[in-house]
């Protein structure tokens, strides 16, 4: 008898730590997507900071950024979205790596050439 009280309760404790186990997992996934993006970013901001300055003159053939400029995307987008933002961070011919936001996450850079693509479309 009192082996099956011992077996429930560590029956009990073990459900315990596997609930708390669970928590804990789930607040570090919360806490990673809060990550992605950098605190107080905001695409276009960043993009006015960093990019502006080559994609809404076209300096040395950058893709333009601005309402009808969507042909200027079409043909880098039919490699799909991921590779130009693979561009975009790691840099490609004139374009420089990571678009010279050197305080530009990953996550940010996408939200910026999304913000870029969107604006032109
Ligand atoms: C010094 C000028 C310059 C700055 C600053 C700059 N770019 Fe560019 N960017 C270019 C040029 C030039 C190209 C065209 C490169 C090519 O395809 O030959 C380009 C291309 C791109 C492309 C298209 C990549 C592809 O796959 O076709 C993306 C996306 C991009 N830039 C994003 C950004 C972002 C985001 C920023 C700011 C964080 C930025 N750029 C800042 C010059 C610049």
């Not at 901001?45 to 080559?54: D, G, L, P, T, V």
């Not at 009808?68 to 799909?80: I, Q, V």
């Not at 979205?81 to 693979?86: C, E, I, S």
Request: net charge negative; with cysteine; charged share 20%.
């Amino acid at each position: 008898m009192l082996n099956v009280i011992e077996n429930l309760k560590l029956t009990h404790k073990f459900a315990l730590i596997l609930m708390a186990s669970t928590f804990a997992f789930n607040g570090n996934a919360d806490e990673k997507q809060l990550a992605q993006l950098s605190e107080g970013f905001n695409a276009e901001q960043k993009y006015m900071a960093s990019c502006f300055a080559c994609h809404s003159t076209g300096a040395a053939g950058a893709p333009k950024v601005g309402a009808g400029m969507s042909a200027e995307w079409e043909p880098r987008l039919e490699k799909g979205l991921d590779a130009v933002v693979q561009n975009a961070i790691n840099g490609v011919n004139t374009m420089p790596a990571k678009g010279l936001c050197f305080d530009c996450s990953d996550e940010d850079l996408r939200a910026i050439v999304e913000y870029m693509v969107d604006t032109s479309s």
